[in-house]
């Protein structure tokens, strides 16, 4: 497979995780999902989740199974992101690679191509789902309002680099 093909998401959204609603997920076959954390759910200055995250969390919970899976290794600032929802949650995933998906995945008990990794970066979520044969969605980074003038460079780099690979990312109309 090519890396233009690697790194394309099967779903890109304009907006942060909050713009995947229930019905885009069942529209694209979804029972399950599996979250980054850092930048997608939460902003990587936040200690916890948002109130805003509660009702999304809960609205998709009934169409879809969800799991954390951080390449953030602290397993006390993940827990106090998952706990509040009682959300299952993977530490220290090392995305791209693919094994701590694969024990997601085991767990949800569905396949593959029935689970969204959702993430905001191309070179550790997309990458990592696309191997898997995963439904990959790129959102934009959920981003403190304070830090919002903050440029991403890296974010930058990497939509730069996969375009130069093939990847097409125009963000799709939900």
Known sequence: MSWGKLLQPDLILESSILSLTPEIIQRSGLRGLVLDVDETLVPIT?????????????AVQQVAKLWLVSNNISEPRIKRIADPFGLPYITGAAKPSRRKLRR???E?????????MVGDRLF???LAGNR???FTILVKPM?????????YPVHTFEVWLSQLLGASLTPHKP
């Open 108 to 116: 949800m008990n569905l396949p593959p191509e029935q689970v969204g």
């Open 46 to 58: 936040s200690a916890h989740a948002s109130e805003e995250l509660r009702p999304w969390v809960e």
């Open 132 to 134: 898997l044969g995963m």
């Open 143 to 151: 981003v403190d309002p304070a830090e919002a003038v903050r440029s």
């Open 124 to 126: 550790t979520d997309v």
């Open 104 to 106: 997601a995945l085991t």
